[in-house]
């Protein structure tokens, strides 16, 4: 069984930074992509970063610049580095691990941006 164990949200102030980690247990993440999702309130649930196996990154382009996603196959986590952050990022922040057409999500983690 696939679990992914999501960390790193908190309270940060605008210009601030947090690094979100996804560790991913049950299967080497090697052979996954990942992605970080994030919801806020009253919105749908939507796309920031993926990142492939091999190593090639996307991201949505209202974090592009500012947002890093990476992973770390020896460790079996995946990270989102975020810089910079703005109010309009707060929301509950997701992992995802997919393979072969099946995905695994891990549970939210809060991130708010306000002073």
């Known amino acids: 069984q696939v679990q992914l164990a999501v960390s790193g949200g908190g309270l940060v102030q605008p210009g601030g930074s947090l690094r979100l980690s996804c560790v991913v247990s049950?299967?080497?993440?090697?052979?996954?992509?990942i992605f970080w999702y994030r919801q806020a309130p009253g919105k749908e649930r939507e796309p920031v970063a993926s990142i492939t196996p091999g190593g090639s990154a996307n991201y949505a382009d209202s974090v592009k610049a500012r947002f890093t996603i990476s992973r770390d196959n020896a460790k079996n986590t995946g990270y989102l580095q975020m810089n910079s952050l703005k109010p309009e990022d707060t929301a509950v922040y997701y992992c995802?691990?997919?393979?072969?057409?099946?995905?695994?999500w891990g549970q939210g983690t809060q991130v708010t941006v306000s002073s």
């Open positions: 995802k691990s997919w393979r072969l057409g099946r995905e695994y």
């Open positions: 049950g299967s080497d993440l090697n052979v996954y992509h």
